[in-house]
């Protein structure tokens, strides 16, 4: 319990400074560009936990697996927003031309995203680890898509 409740504070805290960032304007497209990278940091994180315990790599424990994928879900709700900014397709980015010419497909990605996310954290919830492999295993593809049509 006292793990969880440090989990959340440190959740709230980075949630609230990222949510800041990104419900203003960005000043510079450098900005935005830095803004996602850290989110897909966290992102890449906390899913490289889930992966090793899916993986078998690390021991399965339910409330770490549960607590992980609930941070997945928050912070792959928050890019977004960055990822269109004007000029932030340039720069020091891995983000390709196609985003912004495939505006609605990439939408559409980034949706699929939040959607597989959402649905890892209920099902992780429920601790059914066969169920929660498969989750998985339709959340990292929901990311591959993606990098694979919208990553350098």
């Known amino acids: 319990m006292k793990r969880l409740s440090a989990v959340l ?6 949630v609230s400074v990222l949510m800041g960032s990104a419900w203003g304007q960005f000043a510079k497209p450098e900005e ?4 996602r990278q850290a989110v897909m940091v ?26 992980n994928a609930a941070l997945v879900e928050t ?6 927003e960055a990822f269109m900014e004007p000029g932030s397709d340039k720069g020091d980015t891995s983000l390709k031309p196609e985003a912004f010419k495939n505006k ?3 939408e559409q990605a980034a949706q699929a995203l939040e959607n597989e996310t959402s649905q890892l954290a209920i099902v992780a919830e429920g601790g059914d680890l066969p169920a929660i492999k498969e989750q998985f295993g ?3 593809q929901s990311c591959k898509n993606c990098h694979s049509a919208y990553r350098k």
């Open 9 to 14: 504070v440190v959740m709230t805290i980075v």
């Open 32 to 35: 935005a560009i830095a803004y």
């Open 75 to 80: 912070f792959a709700g928050l890019p977004w």
């Open 138 to 140: 339709r959340t990292a």
């Open 104 to 106: 609605d497909t990439f």
């Open 42 to 67: 966290l992102i890449g994180q906390h899913f490289g936990r889930l992966a090793a315990m899916v993986k078998g790599d690390r021991d399965y424990d339910l409330d770490e697996f549960a607590n």
